[in-house]
């Protein structure tokens, strides 16, 4: 599962501003609202967006997004999460 956290974090401690950080990279607002969502299903973002926040931010990509990992157990009723 994808996850945002790291970015918004990072928009927190770096006192960020959505809008213009949006204006700036010339990000749509519904790419912005999937960063910025928070929802434990975190829609897929561009690698060449991703590019563009690291490099205005001078940051890795593990500051923008992070993988966490669902582990399915299967057994003879199915998969359960």
Request: proline residues 2%.
């Amino acid at each position: 599962m994808i996850s945002y956290k790291p970015f918004q974090k990072l928009l927190i401690d770096n006192e960020i501003k959505v809008t213009v950080l949006m204006k700036e990279l010339n990000i749509s607002s519904v790419t912005m609202a999937t960063l910025n969502a928070r929802t434990k299903n975190n829609k897929p973002v561009s690698l060449s967006t991703i590019e563009k926040i690291c490099m205005k931010l001078n940051c890795k990509i593990s500051d923008v997004v992070e993988i966490k990992w669902i582990i399915e157990f299967s057994c003879c009723f199915g998969y359960f999460n």
